[in-house]
T-cell receptor, first 112, second 111 residues
């Protein structure tokens, strides 16, 4: 059973600080990694994806991937109250038939 | 931008009714998905389709069926709604099998 694990939170971070969200996955053959943001009552929105080891930066967001440790993280710099949401980690394998596996999400609360 | 639309934001049905949830995407995506999302259980895949008239069971297909007669439209059918099918239903589409784009969701309540 392929699994994606996230701490459910809530993770409380002061405004302006760095929020660090973590995700581990069980399938060593996983190739694609995604972070979705979901506001309460809304649908998930794709904010980052990463395919290779290392860091990928997009504005205030940085995704970090360590395949050897089967670990992916999302850093949010200069956290804003509008970043308060649930963040879903999702993982997929290399083949067309590989389904995306979603974690249950981490609730992030930015304290004004 | 990719646009995925769902026929209703909120829906209230009675036990035993047949329920149709419609999803339409406007980006010519091959792959479409239906999920349900419940507190504490996360997103669970019900059915998916990677081509017209093709369908594959996801993790929780029991009590559901789907139809994909046109590339842009993917319908989820609850043949006989039950109270345990009260949930948020999310449709998604993707060009390849990875980056999925979600519709706004339908919150279904079965009384």
């Amino acid at each position: 059973q392929k699994e994606v694990e996230q701490n459910s939170g809530p993770l409380s971070v002061p405004e302006g600080a760095i929020a660090s969200l973590n995700c581990t996955y069980s399938d060593r053959g996983s190739q694609s990694f995604f972070w979705y943001r979901q506001y309460s009552g809304k649908s998930p929105e794709l904010i980052m994806f990463i395919y290779s080891n290392g860091d990928k930066e997009d504005g205030r967001f940085t995704a970090q991937l360590n395949k050897a440790s089967q670990y992916v993280s999302l850093l949010i710099r200069d956290s804003q109250p509008s970043d308060s949401a649930t963040y879903l980690c999702a993982v997929s394998g290399p083949n067309r038939d590989d389904k995306i596996i979603f974690g249950k999400g981490t609730r992030l609360h930015i304290l004004p | 931008d990719v646009k995925v639309t769902q026929s209703s934001r909120y829906l209230v049905k009675r036990t035993g009714e047949k329920v149709f949830l419609e999803c339409v995407q406007d980006m010519d995506h091959e792959n479409m998905f239906w999920y349900r999302q419940d507190p504490g259980l996360g997103l669970r895949l019900i059915y998916f389709s990677y081509d017209v008239k093709m369908k594959e069971k996801g993790d929780i297909p029991e009590g559901y069926s789907v139809s994909r007669e046109k590339k842009e439209r993917f319908s989820l059918i609850l043949e006989s709604a039950s109270t345990n099918q009260t949930s948020m239903y999310l449709c998604a589409s993707s060009l390849d099998y990875n980056e999925q784009f979600f519709g706004p969701g339908t919150r279904l309540t079965v009384l």
